[in-house]
């Protein structure tokens, strides 16, 4: 047991407009924000070891509690020595609430106002998940974040709907914080944790605004804003954020779940927005698009079949480092599994750099400019824009 | 062009019975024997990094040519630098010479003396392979050690068709060398390419004893044993290996074809064998089986699921270093493509250590006493004997 080891701390370095870089410090070690978190579904960054990961620039990575409770189980990882060991990764941990995947997976779930029951995806077992269960469960798993169980309401649900999952989900929030100071805020390995509130409110400022009041007064270690990302679009994300990120207290973190489409980030980042999560760099790697600052490569293409050159000719990358356009396409026409790896580890660069440049603009007072030109650079190339396997 | 460069030498260096330890000396750097080869099929060994490969201990690896004249075609692998560029394997390389995957994965083949027609099992095109093509092909690869064509006849065929296989390989040997030499002996890249020949003839101890006849009169750099693995089982081969292979000459490499089951290498390197490839390493790894020195382990199994041990617990590879067998089965069972990776690593560890074992073992004249032991601990786990994925 650490019991005297530190809390969360969030420490805001420099401003420029609303944007902010800060130092999240975690009992796994410290995280320069604005940051990227890259997404360990079940207990491996796909495709990734661990040790690319961290040469990627990782900083902070996400579990999802969803698909660990399902398998192998709260139980299995806590005897596993909790997520850090099982994974083996050192550094800072997140892990999300369940609640998104049980909305958009599982099968027959009914919700209430003491939890929600489901199905699992897997094998159709009846799971019950409340705010109880959620914070024991990611008690086992030990991450250095944990998330409230929340209510995620489809994008196209109506005002009424939004409104019921912004008192619930802020309820919830309440019984979640019970039960995490009840548990000494600490994981099952003793580590601290710290608990984030998940604002909900669909596209209404106002019931955004309602959340927010509702989580700021649990005086939570951080704030997440959730119910975005959800179809929605760029524009009517950016209105949103605009309008109501303030809400949240300048003073804590504040992490926009789901989102990794660099364009969000950057207007994301504008409004003051600290972390963000997406499957974006591994899901595409593996479809064999590939981010550069010149916009995105589809590395299946047949005008790269003897090109010599790298990805990406500025990147250090271990796949740029080391293979060429061309095997990198003869590998995915192989079929063979290097070349998801290979282009995941490629993408994962790319984000950690794009992060770090972020915070390079916000301290040089730059963003504004730096954004408009990378969004120039990022979206010029469109041999993309129609592509099933892209976003 | 680096025609100053020494072309293959191979020094014994101790001996043990007729098995021997030896320095093989490439342009690529030098290969201590026996050693195994991973097969990198078509352009990777299948999930595996070339750093992760190198740390696994393994000196030289083996290509597929009727995989990469294919796809991507020996032409795009020139352009691409040749097959170390484009695999990122700056060790030594051996490709064999299409022919036993013609045989074994081609559709309606048809083969004469001047060569064969198939299928290609990708997209069914006409392809012709002869004597001279077969080395042109492999000169755009560009490997260290290149093979003849040769005609393996299957497990089943009898005297008639395995002498005619004999003599044809015999022929077509010949012509190799002419093209051989014709180039130089050097690859598309300008390397020195050694060409080995191959020895047919079944269970046949007289007509391996022709086959071997023919081709050392063309006294080539090394010479390659094929035509077993075929279905014959381990009693057979060790007798036909045991009556066989001092027909080869003493002083040149004696490689045997598709070998990598650890007690068909003992018996072979108690013959006299220097040279082994196999996929068993990363063919089981894929599959969840484990080699360790204690017999292989099944990583999917349900004793397994909270065992935080790592899977052997002498072994240092990368993921015994960072993983447990709990995580492992986790992994398997979510289809985590990490999980093939990692045990793949481990199994080319093993294989390193074996053989480097092996060649201790030799050195201090202890191979009859150590390759009982091994056999015993190695096989003494039982759990695979029936399993469909195993070998």
Redesign the interface.
Known sequence: MTRDQPMLSFEVIHSDGNARTARLLTPHGQVNTPAFMPVGT???V??????RLRESGAQMILGNTY?LML??GAA?VE???GLH????WEKPILTDSGGYQVFSLSHRRTIDEDGVVFRSHIDGARVRLTPESCMSIQRSLGADVIMQLDECPPGCADRREVQAAVRRSAEWARRCKQAWIDAGCLSAGGNYQALFGIQQGGSSVDLRGESSSRLVELDLPGYAIGGLSVGEGHEAMCDVLAATSDQLPADRPRYLMGVGEPRDMLAAVACGVDMFDCVLPTRNGRNAQAFTWQGRLRLRNARW??D?SPIDEGCDC?ACR???R??M???F??G???A???VSVHNLHFFSQFMSEIRNAISRGELAKRSRAWQDALYARNDCENADDCD
């Open positions: 079940a207990g491996s796909k495709g990734v070891a661990p040790d698909h398998r192998p299995v005897q596993l020595g060991a099982m994974m083996a079949i003897s010599r271990y080391n293979f060429s061309g095997t396409r003869h590998l026409l192989a063979e599994m290097l998801p790896t290979l």
